[in-house]
């Protein structure tokens, strides 16, 4: 079994940050290219920013950039997400996804294993 748990969501006004996490567990020890995922109310499912199972490759939806960071800890099998600057709208819930392979992803249908998400909040 592959589960993911996020955690670190809350109610922040504009401009403070959170740090999001997402552990996954598994039978036997792996590394996965992971992402995240953000859904508003009313809206689709988008992309948010993804890493690769040794970290070193990651990238961020426009939106995001230069306010969010993706790290992971293989040895810990967790992801972040570290938010900054928050606006109002970044509100959503959150997702962590993670993919079966060695290739990253933007796309949702290519995951295949999702986290139930963690609702952030922010308050202008």
């Known amino acids: 079994q592959v589960q993911l748990l996020e955690s670190g969501g809350g109610l922040v006004q504009a401009g403070g940050s959170l740090r999001l996490s997402c552990a996954i567990s598994q039978s036997i020890f792996r590394s996965y290219p992971m992402a995240w995922f953000r859904q508003a109310p009313g809206k689709e499912r988008t992309f948010v920013a993804r890493?690769?199972?040794?970290?070193?490759?990651?990238a961020y939806a426009d939106s995001v950039k230069g306010r969010f960071t993706i790290s992971k800890d293989n040895a810990e099998n967790t992801m972040y997400l570290h938010m900054n600057s928050l606006k109002p709208e970044d509100t959503a819930v959150y997702y962590c996804a993670a993919k079966d392979g060695v290739v990253v992803t933007t796309e949702s249908d290519e995951y295949d294993y999702w986290g139930r998400g963690t609702q952030v909040t922010v308050s202008s």
């Open positions: 890493i690769s199972r040794s970290g070193v490759n990651t």
